[in-house]
T-cell receptor, first 109, second 112 residues
Framework: GENVEQHPSTLSVQEGDSAVIKCTYSDSASNYFPWYKQELGKRPQLIIDIRSNVGEKKDQRIAVTLNKTAKHFSLHITETQPEDSAVYFCAAGDYKLSFGAGTTVTVRA | ETGVTQTPRHLVMGMTNKKSLKCEQHLGHNAMYWYKQSAKKPLELMFVYNFKEQTENNSVPSRFSPECPNSSHLFLHLHTLQPEDSALYLC???????????FGPGTRLLVL
């Protein structure tokens, strides 16, 4: 089955700086790569996703890049704000998703 | 509340109890999922239903029994659980098996 590894497990950044989270996956058949944000006590919410026919996607301050050859994808958050503090999960798969263990992001004011 | 709802939000049960978790989606989706979320661990997929048919059972112990009577409702029946089953149980739905999954708020389960 698919195995997704996510790094780092925790990330502390100064407000206004950028944050980068990286994930690797093992199954070359995976073609869908979503990123979820989960605030404390709340449900995971999709923030951005990318499919294997695209190398990069951007939505305002959030961008995701995908390298199919190397089997890794990354989340980039620019100009971080305190409300970006949360746990971020990457996932990879097709109809069945495997999730990374999560990255706890703390944005220092 | 719209989207995906789950009840109850919190549940405490003894190891000999039988209880059920309920999930309902108001999005017109045809695929539904159960996940288990434990501290410091990745989300674990438990079951997948597509058009009411179970398409995935991720080696889940038989003390967890899913039921999907229609595309909008999903249940997880629990019996003789163990303390290590304590976790947040999340339901999700999607339009087809390869589309974005939308999560419910989860049921926080504590097994004593």
């Amino acid at each position: 089955g698919e195995n997704v590894e996510q790094h780092p497990s925790t990330l502390s950044v100064q407000e206004g700086d950028s944050a980068v989270i990286k994930c690797t996956y093992s199954d070359s058949a995976s073609n869908y790569f979503p990123w979820y944000k989960q605030e404390l006590g709340k449900r995971p919410q999709l923030i951005i996703d990318i499919r294997s026919n695209v190398g990069e996607k951007k939505d305002q301050r959030i961008a995701v890049t995908l390298n199919k050859t190397a089997k890794h994808f990354s989340l980039h958050i620019t100009e971080t704000q305190p409300e970006d503090s949360a746990v971020y999960f990457c996932a990879a798969g097709d109809y069945k998703l495997s999730f990374g263990a999560g990255t706890t992001v703390t944005v220092r004011a | 509340e719209t989207g995906v709802t789950q009840t109850p939000r919190h549940l405490v049960m003894g190891m000999t109890n039988k209880k059920s978790l309920k999930c309902e989606q108001h999005l017109g989706h045809n695929a539904m999922y159960w996940y288990k979320q434990s501290a410091k661990k990745p989300l674990e997929l438990m079951f997948v239903y597509n058009f009411k048919e179970q398409t995935e059972n991720n080696s889940v112990p038989s003390r967890f029994s899913p039921e999907c009577p229609n595309s909008s409702h999903l249940f997880l029946h629990l019996h003789t659980l163990q303390p290590e089953d304590s976790a947040l149980y999340l339901c999700a739905s999607s339009q087809g098996g390869r589309e974005t999954q939308y999560f419910g708020p989860g049921t926080r389960l504590l097994v004593l």
